[in-house]
Nanobody
Framework: QVQLVESGGGLVQAGGSLRLSCAASGSIFSADVMAWYRQAPGKQRELVAINTSGGWKNYRDSVKGRFTISRDNAKNTVSLQMNSLKPEDTAVYYC?????????WGQGTQVTVSS
């Protein structure tokens, strides 16, 4: 069983930066996929960034060039560096880890970008 706890959310002005961190209670060394999702009010949850065990990374088009996902197996963390934030980035951000046939979600952290 893996528990995930996100941190680093908050209120920031447009153009600012935040770094989200997701700490896992167990080892994520065998995680096949680590990802960040977000959900804005009244909208469906959407994939923001993904990082596979093979090192492949991908981002949704609207955050490419601004967000960077990274994982640290030694520290059991996955992070999301968010630069040049826009009001449309406002959402609750969740990390997700896939290990085998199991998937684990964090509780979410609020990111609010003011214009």
């Amino acid at each position: 069983q893996v528990q995930l706890v996100e941190s680093g959310g908050g209120l920031v002005q447009a153009g600012g930066s935040l770094r989200l961190s997701c700490a896992a209670s167990g080892s994520i060394f065998s995680a096949d996929v680590m990802a960040w999702y977000r959900q804005a009010p009244g909208k469906q949850r959407e994939l923001v960034a993904i990082n596979t065990s093979g090192g492949w990374k991908n981002y949704r088009d609207s955050v490419k060039g601004r967000f960077t996902i990274s994982r640290d197996n030694a520290k059991n963390t996955v992070s999301l560096q968010m630069n040049s934030l826009k009001p449309e980035d406002t959402a609750v951000y969740y990390c997700k880890v896939d290990i085998g046939f199991s998937e684990y979600w964090g509780q979410g952290t609020q990111v609010t970008v003011s214009s």
